[in-house]
């Protein structure tokens, strides 16, 4: 969606209208830390994020790289920024369509500053020497694809202070097909207001976007006013002086002078948008948000998402329909392996028959995130089934923030069968996905709504389970004599068991909307699920292996991958929300507490990685229940 229809519809619908910036941390880990941050700000309601330019090489791929993740992984609407700076017309192309296959449509085009190591800016090949170069090859190459901005100075830039030539330059910026103004920070809202008089002088009448910079500390408050040559108020200094050595006091002040600055800017009724220079931190934003009571609460929830999970952006995915629930709460990893699944999206999730069907490959997301060592530390070292258990009840009461086969935390849908869910892992059986029945929720509910308003919303009962085997047979008996539940159920070496009638999806979600067909799109079927098997497997194996060989927590969780099952069930009578929990009820582990004492041998030949899932896809119809899939052995 570009930046400017952002604009009108938030001023159609009277509701505030913000945006974040991020930069390209240094480190790996600084990246992954930073996407999931970028998850949570995502729940204060920014219209769009936006990612900054490097110039040129490692940063520059980086950025390109971020917006990717963003669009496509995490369904979040973002701008790329874009400078001239070391950028001859090839790689310029080179970024504009990188950022057009992720599905960006908004590009932020900057002249930018010179590199480090000359005095004055120069154009590469003589190419672009100003950003209104750039704004008039991006338009000229793409047409009306991207909404291009371009940068806005109240107070100067870095090499110019003359006022009127920057109008002049800002005026061609936007004849040139710029459609949309971000402005440096700043911090004397008097002086932004004569400027902004002065831009619609000029016959600018495109939307400006203020750049407003939350103070997390006073030291990094004072270091980035300097550098950016900001005027600061007399008053914001009387304030913070006193308390500058008092981070939480620096905070709490700054956020009621920069809630303050906003809601100065936004008086005079022009400005309908503000942009904020988040440094990628969190805290201090949330807190001016909060001060300004734009956050989402329970009177007034975030807008329901047109489907139950977080849609792509990615070029040709805005249109997904359908997703196989195995992947609920990997969702990124789902984007990533089926990427190039390639009759996707007409076949739904993509075709079985596919050469590319269920490629693992490299793809971002498919294995255990953070290094060994951190792993450890969140989630110690298990010597018994019971310790693992534990860590599952940890999670479902909160008090941890990930699982191996969960990458985020416990959502409020979960509550109504919080407790059911404990009893499950405090017996044995671990769950690893799982959700309550809905009877007819309305759309605009703010747990279980998704979809357009005036609908109501529908769920089956579905738990996904770890099973030990002593337990298996039993679970299986139970669920098969119960004519409203179906299961699927499979270990890592591929034996494939159910009990569904047929090979087609079975929808757990769907909606029902006034004039639409009815919507479907959770689904559970027997392909897909085995595609989602290698990967869950491989999740665990990956978790064995940050601990050292021959050690007990080593040679338990890898003892569990070789012998366990993964099972989901469904509960087809969503009537009867509890039947799942009834019929596994008293079902427990008698040596659950037995610790391992020795690590089993490891063949030193396994593979390390599951083989591809096209392998396994099934050859008929399943007799009895039961059907072949891939044999994949466990990694080393």
């Known amino acids: 969606m570009h930046i400017r229809d952002m604009i009108i519809e938030a001023e159609r619908d009277g509701k505030p209208s913000f945006s974040f910036e991020y930069f390209p941390p240094k480190t ?27 110039a040129g090489g490692h940063v520059a791929d980086l950025t390109a790289e971020m917006v990717s993740q963003a669009q496509n992984y995490f369904g979040l609407e973002t701008c790329m920024h874009l400078t001239c700076t070391d950028m001859g017309e090839a790689a310029v192309n080179d970024a504009l369509r990188r950022a057009y296959k992720a599905g960006c449509t908004n590009i932020l085009a900057l002249r930018g500053d010179p590199p480090r190591d000359q005095e004055t800016w120069e154009a590469t090949d003589g190419n672009f020497c100003y950003a209104k170069d750039l704004v008039a090859h991006i338009s000229k190459t793409y047409g009306d694809h991207f909404d291009i901005g371009v940068a806005g100075y109240p107070e100067g830039s870095d090499d110019n202070k003359d006022e009127d030539l920057l109008l002049d330059h800002l005026k061609q910026k936007v004849d040139a097909g710029a459609s949309f103004i971000v402005t440096q920070m700043f911090y004397d809202v008097e002086n932004f207001t004569r400027w902004l008089r002065r831009v619609r002088e000029r016959g600018i009448t495109v939307p400006v976007l203020p750049g407003i910079m939350p103070i997390a500390t006073y030291a990094s408050f004072l270091r980035r006013v300097n550098h950016m040559g900001c005027k600061i108020p007399k008053g914001w200094l009387d304030a913070l002086e006193p308390v500058k050595n008092n981070d939480d006091a620096v905070r709490e002040i700054g956020k009621t002078l920069v809630a303050q600055l906003c809601r100065d800017i936004l008086a005079d009724g022009d400005v309908k948008h503000l942009h904020f220079y988040t440094m990628n931190l969190a805290l201090a934003t949330r807190m001016v ?348």
């Open 289 to 636: 948000l909060d001060e300004l009571d734009w956050l989402p609460t329970a009177d007034r929830p975030r807008a329901p998402p047109a489907l139950p999970w977080k849609q792509s952006l990615g070029l040709g995915r805005r249109d997904e329909a359908v997703r196989p629930i195995f992947w609920r709460n990997r969702g990124k990893s789902y984007v990533s392996r089926t990427a190039d699944w390639d009759e996707f999206p007409n076949g739904r999730w993509g075709d079985s028959r596919s050469p590319a069907f269920g490629d693992l490959g490299s793809a971002y997301g498919v294995g255990l995130p953070g290094t060994n060592a951190q792993n450890r530390g969140k989630w110690g070292e298990p010597r018994s089934i019971a310790d693992v258990a534990s860590l599952f009840v940890r999670y479902l009461k909160g008090e941890l923030q990930s699982l191996p086969w969960s990458e985020s935390p416990l959502t409020g849908e979960a509550n109504s069968i919080q407790q059911d869910l404990i009893n499950l892992n405090q017996n044995g059986l671990l769950t690893i996905n799982s959700q309550p029945a809905v009877d007819s929720a309305p759309s605009s509910d703010p747990v279980h709504g998704w979809g357009p308003a005036n609908g109501y919303v529908y769920q089956k009962a579905y738990v996904e389970l770890l099973v030990p085997p002593a337990l298996y047979s039993e679970l299986i008996s139970r669920v098969a004599a119960n004519p409203h539940l179906t299961y699927h159920s499979v270990t890592w070496k591929g034996k494939l068991e159910t009990n569904a009638p047929a090979d087609g999806p079975n929808a757990v979600t769907w909606g029902v909307f006034p004039g639409k067909e009815i919507v479907q799109p959770t689904i559970v079927e027997s392909i897909s699920f085995l595609a989602w098997k290698d990967e869950a497997f491989q999740l665990g194996s990956d978790w064995s292996r940050c601990f050292d060989v021959g050690s007990p927590s080593r040679g338990l969780i890898r003892q569990m991958m070789e012998e366990w099952h993964l099972v989901t069930i469904v509960n087809n009578d969503f009537h009867k929300p509890r039947t799942i929990f009834e019929v596994l009820s008293g079902l427990s582990l008698p040596d659950i507490d037995k610790e391992v004492e020795a690590a089993p041998e490891e063949a030193a030949a396994a593979p390390s990685a599951p083989t591809n899932v096209t392998a396994g896809k099934l050859s008929a119809a399943p007799v009895n229940g039961v059907a072949e899939a891939q044999k994949t052995p466990i990694p080393a």
């Open 28 to 54: 790996a880990q600084g990246v992954q830390n930073l996407y999931e941050r970028m998850e949570r700000m995502h729940l204060f309601g920014p219209k769009f994020i936006d990612i900054t330019w490097g």
